[in-house]
């Protein structure tokens, strides 16, 4: 029988694909985050974008001769809002679930088929802000640990990833530098880090460098949660939308940047 409604079709989608458990997190989140952008809404954001319920949406506005203009509306409102990236991660999981429905039945006909992905900048060191834009961004007014994240991002060369996965008992904070793993070469900061960064750690001696606002969810692995506070560690996918919604401001085309493009380009 075909559903009615498209969290539930998501729902027989998630359930019946090859997805590993994380993967399948991931898409549930942009599944719903299509519902909330194909009828018209804005989608929830940070920890409420998880646990919101998704609005009603019958699978039948996903068919029909009008059903591809109003997914190449919501995605092109989605990459307005977000940047392409995001909103490309997004389509290809609609995309995936699409033609899951389309093999049984449940479409006629896949509404995205003509879509294609948004160009995007390079993933690499962009330097693109140059340096006014770069004062203005350190001149924000936003958390310690958004500050001191950002300071590592430019005076590292590290890729975002190693960043967020520091742990305070690798820190050498008179020499400026993070211990490295086997087969790492060591993480060096300079002075922007250097000033802020005790303040960040604060009296913690282990567990993740950044964490999230929020206690840790019941499973979260001992290495990614502070042994102190309870909370987790900070995820590349928060981190990202934390600094593009943060420079949204001082984008003149007012969609913020990405952390990518604040690290230093490699000479």
Known sequence: MTPVEFAVAAEHYLAGAPLAEGSRRVYRIALHTW??????????????????????????????????????????????????????????????????????????????????????????????????????????????????????????????????????DRLDLPNRLARPAPGQRPLRWRGGTARLLPLLVAGRTAGPLFLTDRRAPSGTPAPDRCPLTGRGRLSYRRAAELFTAATAPLDPAGRGWTLHALAEPRR
């Open 35 to 168: 519902a909330w952008l194909l009828v018209g809404r804005t989608p929830p954001t940070g920890t409420e974008r998880r646990r919101a319920a998704p609005p009603v949406l019958p699978l039948a506005l996903l068919d029909g001769p009008g059903a591809p203009e109003r997914v190449a509306a919501a995605f092109a409102e989605r990459a307005a809002a977000v940047g392409a990236r995001t909103a490309n991660r997004e389509l290809s999981a609609l995309r995936a679930a699409l033609r899951w429905w389309c093999a049984r039945g449940w479409l006629a006909a896949d509404p995205a088929e003509g879509l294609r992905p948004r160009p995007t900048a390079p993933a690499g060191p962009a330097g693109s802000l140059g340096e006014e834009r770069l004062r203005a961004v350190f001149a924000l007014r936003v958390p310690l640990r958004e500050k001191v994240l950002w300071h590592l991002v430019r005076e590292s060369g590290a890729p975002i990833e190693r960043l967020l996965a520091l742990d305070v």
